[in-house]
């Protein structure tokens, strides 16, 4: 089974509102990341956290770690509809080197 | 962006046939990786390389082999491809273990 879950599978929302999305993960960790892939394309990377660290902010995006939970979740304040897109949580596993495994994501809807 | 080049873009073959394909790189990062993408289930990695001739197997290696013979080219081979490997494949790329990943565009494979 995969390393991370998300949640919810699918979100749907208006213009101006937060969007907040969960990952939950099994093993230690050294570090998770967030990446958003529009319909069709590659993955693109938006923020690394580390094991350490239980919040980053970068731009509209919220980060927050914990690791007693192993979970994360990812908030995209004041979203706009160009925020639509699969928003995917991977983790470097703590005893697997450079292994990088991924979640399976969270459809996330902007309407106008 | 990463000079990360996946091809073919698309392909479709047919049951039984040895299917091979190509992510070549420009960036010399040490780290390349092979994720397949499919409705429900995510990114799930395939294979992944940690230096020239370096390989380990992912979450469902089954039905594939990888190739590293230099830095820029990983090459993913479906020996004897099968229905169940129609889908999107992603190569990705890291210079350094537990940092971001670059994504190529994909290559959408049907097996008829």
């Known amino acids: 089974s995969q390393q991370g879950e998300e949640d919810p599978q699918a979100l749907s929302i208006q213009e101006g509102e937060n969007a907040t999305m969960n990952c939950s993960y099994k093993?230690?960790?050294?570090?998770l990341q967030w990446y958003r892939q529009n319909s069709g394309r590659g993955l693109v990377h938006l923020i690394l956290i580390r094991s350490n660290e239980r919040e980053k902010h970068s731009g509209r995006l919220r980060v927050t770690l914990d690791t007693s939970k192993k979970s994360s979740s990812l908030l995209i304040t004041a979203s706009r509809a160009a925020d639509t897109a699969s928003y995917f949580c991977a983790t470097d596993e703590e005893t697997s080197g450079s292994r990088l495994t991924f979640g399976e994501g969270t459809q996330l809807t902007v309407n106008p | 962006d990463a000079g990360i080049t996946q091809s073919p873009r698309h392909k479709v073959t047919e049951t039984g046939t040895p299917v091979t394909l190509r992510c070549h790189q420009t960036?010399?990062?040490?780290?390349m990786y092979w994720y397949r993408q499919d409705p429900g289930h995510g990114l799930r990695l395939i294979h992944y390389s940690y230096g020239v001739k370096d390989t380990d197997k992912g979450e469902v290696s089954d039905g594939y082999s990888v190739s590293r013979s230099k830095t820029e080219d990983f090459l993913l081979t479906l020996e004897s491809a099968t229905s169940s490997q129609t889908s999107v494949y992603f190569c990705?790329?890291?210079?350094?273990?537990?940092?971001?990943?670059?994504f190529g565009q994909g290559t959408r494979l049907t097996v008829v």
């Open positions: 990705a790329t890291r210079g350094i273990m537990n940092t971001e990943a670059f």
């Open positions: 093993t230690s960790i050294n570090n």
């Open positions: 960036e010399n990062h040490r780290y």
